[in-house]
């Protein structure tokens, strides 16, 4: 078994602090320290290159930096990464989502990655012109996804759905490979979707038990249909050499957030219509006393973060340790993330990938297959490497 990792671009900005942000909640100003330059955007991905990270999520949404022109900029600055795109099907036209995608995958040669956010807020929604209730919207992302996947396959489309119609579509020059889709939703409208259309289902950090039943579901409903799609996990992550360091940086990032900002936060976060954000919520309630919902996945972030709200802490062998047992009941791909997303990627990555690929779990990209993978560190890994440039942005 070979996991497959990726990280994080915070396009939104990023700090030492928590940064929140979408569903509902704007990003706090004063918790953002760091610009999304390209500069320190470029520095992270170059990181997570060398690191040995598959790829990079970047989100998408009013609150962050268009996903599609700020990873298009980080392709000269990288040799290998791949960008897991973030982008919202009910703001463009399939037949145009598909040559962009076309065109990505050509110029980048073969480094795209697709995620698909069908948009669990309809006042979000509405900014942008779209007045369709959350199931419609799911209803339409099917559609759309059917568009994308004929005209990649090189056919000439006559599509009339009941959201999406197009006459004679076609594309003249096809992608090469075909990018993967990534998808994540909980809702039964959602979860259908996925059995029917997407490469990747990805889930949002939950206990292992609540993750295996949503594999499962989704699992059940794909077969029916004759697919069996791969399962990612979306998680941050506090890797550090003991446990008791790991858990004081977590208490340091809640250390700086007052009980207001939690109460204004959830307050917002409780009004999203998005089951996996309301599956978020419960996992913590809005307490401060209880975030370890399971040994080393503590839900402190989702006290003023939208979406994914947990994180995996501990040792790193700690961290390693709940990667397998997550990998144990099928989740192929992780996309990681911390704070602030420079250093963090090296401590997971100098810290816990070793000790993976010394299990059998992992292998470096840039090794040739076959190749032995790096040991754990034969001293306690102490911190980011000197070497490590400081922020630009």
Not at 269 to 288: F, P
Request: hydrophobic share 40%.
């Amino acid at each position: 078994m070979a996991l497959t990792f990726h990280w994080f671009l915070p396009t939104q900005g990023d700090s030492r602090g928590i940064v929140g942000g979408g569903h509902g909640v704007e990003v706090g100003s004063a918790w953002r320290t760091r610009e999304p330059t390209i500069g320190y955007l470029t520095q992270i991905a170059r990181a997570a290159e060398q690191l040995g990270f598959t790829g990079v999520l970047t989100p998408t949404g009013a609150w962050c930096e268009d996903s599609w022109l700020s990873t298009a900029m980080l392709v000269a600055a990288t040799d290998r990464l791949k960008f897991l795109v973030a982008f919202r099907p009910g703001l463009l036209s399939p037949t145009l989502a598909a040559q962009m995608a076309s065109t990505y995958q050509r110029l980048s040669k073969g480094r795209l990655l697709l995620n698909v956010v069908t948009g669990g807020e309809a006042h979000e929604q509405r900014t942008h012109g779209d007045f369709l209730d959350k199931d419609a919207r799911y209803a339409r992302t099917d559609e759309f996804l059917e568009v994308v996947d004929r005209l990649w396959k090189g056919e000439t489309v006559d599509f009339a759905g009941t959201h999406i119609t197009v006459e004679q579509a076609v594309l003249h020059r096809r992608p090469d490979p075909v990018p993967p889709v990534y998808f994540g939703g909980s809702s039964p409208a959602a979860l259908d979707v996925a059995a029917r259309r997407v490469d990747t289902y990805l889930t949002w950090g939950e206990p292992p038990q609540a993750v295996a039943e949503k594999i499962g579901k989704v699992r059940e409903r794909a077969a029916a249909h004759g697919r069996a799609p791969r399962f990612g996990i979306r998680l941050h992550v506090i890797s550090r050499d003991t446990a008791e360091e790991a858990w004081a940086e977590a208490d340091r990032l809640l250390s700086h957030l007052t009980p207001e900002t939690i109460e204004r936060v959830q307050s917002g976060l409780s009004r999203s219509e998005s089951e996996g954000q309301r599956r978020m919520l419960a996992l913590h309630g809005g307490r401060t006393d209880a975030l370890e919902i399971h040994p080393n996945l503590w839900a402190g972030v989702g006290l003023v973060r939208g979406g994914a709200g947990t994180a995996l802490v501990g040792s790193h062998r700690e961290v390693a340790d709940r990667i397998e047992e997550y990998a144990a009941l099928g989740i192929d791909e992780f996309v990681l993330s911390g704070y602030p997303h420079l250093e963090e990627a090296y401590w997971f990555g100098e810290g816990v990938l070793p000790l993976l690929a010394g299990r059998g779990l992992w292998r470096h990209p840039d090794r040739p297959a076959g190749a032995a993978g790096p040991a754990a560190p034969a001293v306690p890994f102490s911190g980011p490497a000197a070497a490590v440039p400081q922020p630009t942005g």
